[in-house]
């Protein structure tokens, strides 16, 4: 089993910044992915970003540019520094933790981001 721990998000304004955080606890290692995706009322679920264990990262194409994923591999922390934030980025967001082989994996409990026009 893997827990996972999120901080950071809240409201802001557009334009402004926030930096989310991701801790792994319990079975978790380096051998993984992990990443972010979020959620916007009435939308399903997306892929924001997403590094591996060998540091390669992924983007959503609309947030290249603005977001980036880091990963803290002796903590088991991800995070996401995401810049000039847009309204459009308001969602939940939630950490993932998963093998980079096979299915399942594990979710955080989502953080609200709120960007305010």
């Known amino acids: 089993q893997v827990q996972l721990v999120e901080s950071g998000g809240g409201l802001v304004p557009a334009g402004g910044s926030l930096r989310l955080s991701c801790t792994a606890h319990?079975?978790?290692?380096?051998?993984?992915?992990m990443g972010w995706h979020r959620q916007a009322p009435g939308k399903q679920r997306e892929l924001v970003a997403t590094?591996?264990?060998?540091?390669?990262?992924v983007y959503k194409p609309s947030v290249e540019g603005r977001f980036t994923i880091s990963r803290d591999y002796t903590t088991n922390t991800v995070y996401l520094q995401m810049n000039n934030l847009a309204p459009e980025d308001t969602a939940v967001y939630y950490c993932?933790?998963?093998?980079?082989?096979?299915?399942?994996?594990?979710w955080g409990q989502g953080t609200q981001v709120t960007v305010s026009s």
């Open positions: 590094i591996s264990a060998g540091g390669t990262t």
């Open positions: 993932r933790w998963r093998r980079p082989t096979g299915p399942g994996g594990f």
């Open positions: 319990g079975s978790a290692d380096s051998w993984s992915i």
